[in-house]
């Protein structure tokens, strides 16, 4: 049963009423999900969120939980300036009984526990066009509610996330290794992303160089990590904050588009189905821009779509090292799941860059503007 398996860890948390019953959300690749439903003294029901924290991926939960605390209550303070009600608008943590918001159980793992947000919708797909305006001026207003936080306080909780230049060295040493045997069949995908080693590393330049700033970033910018309000459509709050690090405008921006914008899933097995939507790529860039505008440089802003390109190859490295090493990271539901992925956003980087011409151009007229 369900239940048998986090009935240690809700026993820790400071719930409001009698626990009712557990559902595993299946939606993420990282961490296990449990959604929970109470019900409270006044009969009324309450849902939250339990998380068990994979700690193969994030090796210092306590690094994550400081870093996420420390930008909500940022945000936090920014809102209520503005007389904004924050009830919906951001993640609320549940205690433990001891005070802290992390559970360490005996078998090593860690969970936490926030309310969870009623009222809104985590969108997989764009239902409506508008949604990925939305987005756009979800994750927008994110960034620029911390423009101002020091970016160089927050804990680089995953090393080198996107360091570009780490992750081709690691996909080279994967492949020298061949640990489960799979690099013969591989020759085509390989050689793709050895061509292009020279632009992957474009944004790790920049910021060396001091053309691009570091500023404070999500690092994991999907349609389903904003949340849309169901009654006014519009984006209520931006959730999954485990990556929040020092990192470049570009990353968010450009993994959104990689994700949003693109013409099928992200593991789509037709590669003719694969291509970008030049409609939800101005839609979204349009409400990024809105918001942030005026906290971004006009560097920042003219490179955006160099974002898209550079995050989308970044995936499909990953994929492809994480397939070669025999499926360590990412979570899979088939043995080829992670070649499956790799070879989508293969094809859909040949799609951005056939239309990257047309992106500059776009994103250079908002500035314009």
Known sequence: MLYNDIKQPIRQFCFEGKYVCAEELRSGNINSTYRLTFITPDGSRKNYILQRINTVVFKDPHAVMENITNVISHIDRKLKDKGEDTSRRLLHFVSTKSGAYLYHDAAD???????????????NSIEDPNLFYEAGRGFG???????????????????????????????????????????????????????????????????????????????????????????????????????????????DYGDAIRFGASTAAEDEKDLSKITINMELFKLFTKGFVEEIANALTKEEIHYLPLGAKVMTCELALRFLTDYINGDEYFKINSPDHNLIRARAQMKLLTEIEAKYDEMVEYVDSLIEK
């Open 109 to 123: 793992s860690f969970w936490r526990a926030y309310v969870f947000v009623d009222g809104v919708t985590a969108y």
């Open 141 to 251: 207003e994110f960034q620029k509610n911390l423009f101002d936080f020091p970016a160089e306080v927050l804990h680089e909780t995953i090393a080198d996330f996107h360091n570009t230049k780490r992750r081709f060295y690691a996909f080279v040493a994967a492949i020298a290794e061949d640990r489960v045997g799979r690099v013969a069949e591989l020759e085509s995908e390989i050689d793709f992303l050895f061509d292009r080693r020279k632009m992957m590393s474009e944004i790790v330049d920049k910021i060396d160089a001091g053309i691009l700033p570091i500023r404070v970033t999500h690092n994991d910018t999907k349609l389903n990590n904003v949340l849309i309000d169901d009654l006014t459509g519009k984006a209520a709050c931006v959730i999954d904050l485990d990556t929040v690090m020092p990192g470049s405008s570009l990353y």
